[in-house]
């Protein structure tokens, strides 16, 4: 397995370039590159050309992240203003706005059958569940706080959570938090099932293995991508190689492999089998927010796809093989 970069877009964005994610196939169109910027726009791009399709607004402040639902037809954008914007993918027509307060959205995804879309609840300490046919909000997932904390403790602001990740079934739901802690909730019965012990630092990114419902694969600041069982409660393993944060983690289609994006400006890709880094990426020159692989899926689409997106404003294509 290995990454080969395709094209990379300087300025692709006006601002830091802090998320990214692909907007599924549909019969009309093949899978389209979504990502969001401190810029406050939403970019779509066509795969390999990296062609611009069209430019979304509708936030105040900068877009923190991104989701698109699995029909291809929906994708939602947070910003630092704590909105939510779900808006249809190839009109730009807005669906729906959804308030997230107190704080940002850094981490949504849409449930694998696309019946939910669940929001990191930052500083309200929870993941927020919305119904995708109502949009109305329909759970509450809170993360236990330490218990009795004092008045001068500071611990429980560090509940704020950053990124979340369903399995690939979506019965259960993992949510990281900035204290290093990860959460792994029943979602049909809203029921908190354990927590994932193994960083000591913000867990800003998280993502299941595509073909084992079990494995977790989590980055964090303290430069580690943790395997966990995410059923058994164990620490599988732990590999280490980026030299700094570790900001975003995906899986790609086939499971072998994992691809990181860090702020010591590389991307990097792992072999599962070998848990080891087996090739590093250095296309940015600032830190890699976001990496995404192409889902499969699509008509004559063969070739393996991820993206990356930097504070330097740009976004690059590599082919996986």
């Known amino acids: 397995m290995k990454l080969a970069g395709l094209k990379s877009i300087e300025n692709a964005h006006e601002d830091s370039v802090w998320a990214a994610t692909w907007v599924p196939a549909t ?12 810029d406050e726009t939403v970019k779509l791009w066509r795969a390999d050309e990296l062609d611009l399709v069209r430019t979304n607004t ?13 029909s291809g037809i929906i994708a939602a954008s947070s910003s630092l203003d704590s909105f ?10 807005t669906i729906a706005v959804l308030e997230a307060p107190p704080s940002e959205v850094w981490g949504m995804q849409f449930e694998p059958k696309g019946t939910i879309l ?7 300490a929870s993941v927020k569940l919305w119904d995708t046919a109502s949009w109305r909000l329909i759970s509450t997932l809170s993360i236990p706080r330490p218990e009795a904390p004092k008045p001068s403790d500071k611990t429980s602001s560090k509940k704020f959570v950053l990124s979340v990740a369903w399995s690939p079934n979506g019965k259960r739901l993992a949510c990281g938090s900035m204290d290093g802690t990860i959460c792994v909730f029943d979602v049909d019965r809203s029921k908190l099932l354990h927590q994932l012990e193994g960083h000591n630092m913000p867990v800003r990114s998280l993502v299941f293995s595509p073909v084992d419902a079990r494995v977790l694969f989590s980055g964090s600041d303290d430069g580690h991508v943790n395997v966990h069982d995410a059923e058994g409660k164990t620490l599988v393993g732990s590999m280490s190689g980026h030299t700094s944060w570790v900001l975003s983690v995906d899986a790609s289609p086939d499971g072998g492999a994992i691809a990181t994006g860090s702020s010591d400006r590389t991307v990097r890709l792992w072999d599962l089998k070998m848990r ?41 294509l590599y082919d996986y093989s």
């Open 27 to 38: 019969e009309e169109r093949p899978a389209l590159l979504l990502t969001g910027s401190l």
């Open 58 to 70: 509708g936030h105040s402040l900068g877009v923190a992240a991104v989701a698109a639902h699995p």
């Open 84 to 93: 939510v914007r779900v808006f249809d993918v190839d009109t730009n027509a």
């Open 118 to 124: 669940a929001v990191a609840g930052g500083s309200s």
């Open 276 to 316: 080891a880094a087996i090739q590093t990426m250095s296309n940015h020159n600032d830190q890699v927010w976001s990496v995404a692989f192409r889902p499969l899926g699509g008509t004559g689409v063969r070739a393996g796809r991820l993206a990356s997106v930097s504070d330097d404003k740009s976004v690059s």
